[in-house]
C-alpha cells in the first residue's frame, strides 16, 4: 500500500489481498489496508468479480486467469485519490 499512498502508483492485481462488497468496472472503490484504513478512492477497471479472480495474480497472468485483460491496473494512478 506504500507503492500507492507514498510513491503514486497504480493498484495491480498483485497487491490485493481481497475485494468487498459489489461492484463494476467504472465504480468507485474505496482502498484500504490490511487494517482497514482507507486510504485512497478510485475507480476500477474491474468488476467485483473479476477482482476477486485477480487478486494476488501478475498482471503478466490476468489474461489467463479471466480468459482477457482489459487492463494491467485494477485502479490507475490517473484515477485514484490518495487519502492519508
Keep these: 500500500m506504500q507503492a500507492i499512498s507514498k510513491n503514486n502508483k497504480s493498484l495491480l492485481s498483485a497487491g490485493i489481498k481481497d475485494a468487498n462488497g459489489t461492484f463494476k468496472a467504472g465504480d468507485i ?34 489474461d489467463k486467469v479471466l480468459g482477457y485483460k482489459g487492463h494491467d491496473e485494477v485502479v490507475h494512478r490517473d484515477n485514484l485519490v490518495v487519502m492519508t
Excluded: M
Design 29 to 62: 472503490v474505496s482502498i484500504v489496508t490490511e487494517n482497514g484504513q482507507e486510504i485512497a478512492r478510485g475507480i476500477t477497471n474491474y468488476s467485483f468479480i473479476e477482482t476477486n479472480k485477480i487478486k494476488g495474480v501478475k498482471t503478466c497472468d490476468i
